[in-house]
């Protein structure tokens, strides 16, 4: 495939989905993602898309986070590895919230009716697939995101909050700094992640390792607030060692 096919293979697939990874673009077109940087870097060069933190947009089309079926798909494997190691964690009886990630909907996996779970989430299709398995699980209402359109967010979701505590709360965020901060690229998620941190007696932070070494636009914690940190690779002993009083499960 040439490389004017290949940009033109980009265009069409962001003109159906506005926003696309580098990942994803690979692997819709069977091009290495160091291919579809070049194209990414030449059609941004001639006006037509615009690069933004994990991605790329239509110039024309609003920057920011990939739609949620998009993110979805992206690292499955790793995922699912730091799901199965979290999970383990959650005690019988307990009552736990689970964040709107890609990566925690896979608690639906791992979590059955026999833990007598008290579940809350503000993905909506996490709440179906645990009802599903006969688990109890309150779904946050709230405003439905325009680009996220599983997930509930803004100030009745936070006056939902103002009344729930939880014994754990499991959530992910777009970046981990060398310097401890977590920080995400949506403002709204990020509201909901620091009422929760605040909400809950234990803290479990879900870091893919690609996450790592990594800054968005909204602070959400520092890695100080949180109990644990679960990844799929070891973090480097640089970081761990600096904070040694977080448990890291790998």
């Known amino acids: 495939m040439s490389n004017i096919q290949r940009e033109n293979e980009i265009m069409k697939l962001l003109k159906e989905t506005s926003y696309a990874t580098v990942e994803y673009l690979s692997q819709k077109l069977f091009i290495s993602p160091s291919s579809i940087r070049r194209d990414l870097t030449n059609l941004e060069n001639r006006g037509l898309v615009k690069r933004t933190h994990g991605g790329v947009s239509l110039l024309s089309a609003q920057p920011g986070m990939a739609p949620f079926s998009i993110r979805l798909q992206e690292n499955r494997r790793e995922k699912v590895a730091i799901v199965r190691t979290?999970?383990?964690l959650i005690k019988h009886g307990t009552s736990i919230f689970i964040?709107?990630?890609?990566?925690a909907i896979n608690f639906s996996t791992f979590l059955t009716s026999d833990m007598n779970l008290t579940v809350f989430t503000n993905n909506i299709s996490l709440a179906h697939l645990l009802a599903s398995k006969h688990i109890s699980v309150y779904c946050i209402g709230g405003l439905v995101s325009d680009c996220n359109d599983v997930i509930t967010t803004g100030s009745f979701a936070l006056e939902m909050l103002d009344n729930?505590?939880?014994d754990m709360f499991f959530f992910?965020?777009?970046?981990?700094?060398?310097?401890?901060?977590?920080?995400?690229?949506?403002e709204n998620?990020?509201?909901?992640?620091?009422?929760?941190?605040s909400h809950s007696k234990e803290?479990?932070?879900l870091c893919p390792y690609n996450r790592f070494s990594s800054t968005a636009p909204y602070r959400v914690a520092n890695i100080s607030d949180?109990?644990?940190i679960v990844s799929e690779k070891k973090l480097p002993d640089s970081f761990t060692g600096k904070f040694n009083h977080i448990s890291y499960l790998y």
């Open 86 to 88: 979290a999970s383990n």
């Open 99 to 103: 964040d709107s990630s890609t990566t």
């Open 164 to 166: 729930i505590y939880t």
């Open 172 to 186: 992910t965020s777009s970046a981990l700094s060398k310097e401890g901060i977590i920080t995400d690229t949506n």
């Open 189 to 197: 998620e990020t509201t909901i992640r620091k009422k929760m941190l």
């Open 203 to 205: 803290k479990v932070f």
């Open 226 to 228: 949180v109990n644990y």
